[in-house]
Nanobody, 119 residues
Framework: VQLQAFGGGLVQAGGSLRLSCAAS????????MGWFRQAPGKEREFVAA????????SYADSVKGRFTISRDNAKNTVYLQMNSLKPEDTAVYYC?????????????WGQGTLVTVSS
């Protein structure tokens, strides 16, 4: 599976962005998908994940209630809707895929897309 994330940019605090991650391959619908982020000088951290069917989701506490992960298997795409953005959300965001159910280890990674939130 090849993944390409896009949709990052510069936004003011309180604003919104929607990230997309397009996947190649005919088996996209069999993969759980995740979003991670890495801020400057920090380790990469988990943001959100969604099961292959979209029926199960998981979020980091820091984004619960503000971010929503979704997927469209017909379009081989997973989304991350980010609302009420804060300066601390500034990071490079990565999408990732793993076979099977949601879990901590991912098999495939896309290139990142930069999100910058100004105060």
């Amino acid at each position: 599976v090849q993944l390409q994330a896009f949709g990052g940019g510069l936004v003011q605090a309180g604003g919104s962005l929607r990230l997309s991650c397009a996947a190649s391959g005919r088996t996209f619908s069999s993969y759980a998908m995740g979003w991670f982020r890495q801020a400057p000088g920090k380790e990469r951290e988990f943001v959100a994940a969604i099961s292959w069917s979209g029926g199960s989701t998981s979020y980091a506490d820091s984004v619960k209630g503000r971010f929503t992960i979704s997927r469209d298997n017909a379009k081989n795409t997973v989304y991350l809707q980010m609302n009420s953005l804060k300066p601390e959300d500034t990071a490079v965001y990565y999408c990732a895929a793993k076979q099977g159910s949601i879990g901590p280890e991912y098999d495939y990674w896309g290139q990142g897309t930069l999100v910058t939130v100004s105060s």
